[in-house]
Nanobody, 125 residues
Framework: QVQLVESGGGSVQAGGSLRLSCAST????????MGWFRQAPGKEREGVAI???????TYVDSVKGRFTISRDNAKNTLDLQMSSLKPEDTAMYYC???????????????????WGQGTQVTVSS
């Protein structure tokens, strides 16, 4: 059974850092597109950071240079290191699984078939 469980969210002041982690079970995460998405109240879900099975990473423009997505293949986990956080980063953050064996992964949520329950990130000014 495929399961994704996020952790690491919380409240932080602007300029601070948080590290999110997603534990995957039931499949080998390194074989798949894996991504972090976020959704703020009243807004559409957006792809924040994506990593392919080949290790290719893509980021939404608003987080480039501040967020880093990474995998620990031994632990089957996906991480998101977030630095220089801004109030506009406030959202529910979700870990998701996409397609297997693709070098460049799409960042649209419809292309991801398994989702975690989300972890809240709140950044205060």
């Amino acid at each position: 059974q495929v399961q994704l469980v996020e952790s690491g969210g919380g409240s932080v002041q602007a300029g601070g850092s948080l590290r999110l982690s997603c534990a995957s079970t039931g499949f080998t995460a390194s074989n798949y597109c894996m991504g972090w998405f976020r959704q703020a109240p009243g807004k559409e879900r957006e792809g924040v950071a994506i990593i392919s099975s080949a290790g290719t990473t893509t980021y939404v423009d608003s987080v480039k240079g501040r967020f880093t997505i990474s995998r620990d293949n031994a632990k089957n986990t996906l991480d998101l290191q977030m630095s220089s956080l801004k109030p506009e980063d406030t959202a529910m953050y979700y870990c998701a699984r996409g397609s297997p064996w693709i070098t460049y992964c799409p960042s649209t949520s419809s292309r991801f078939d398994s989702w975690g329950q989300g972890t809240q990130v709140t950044v205060s000014s």
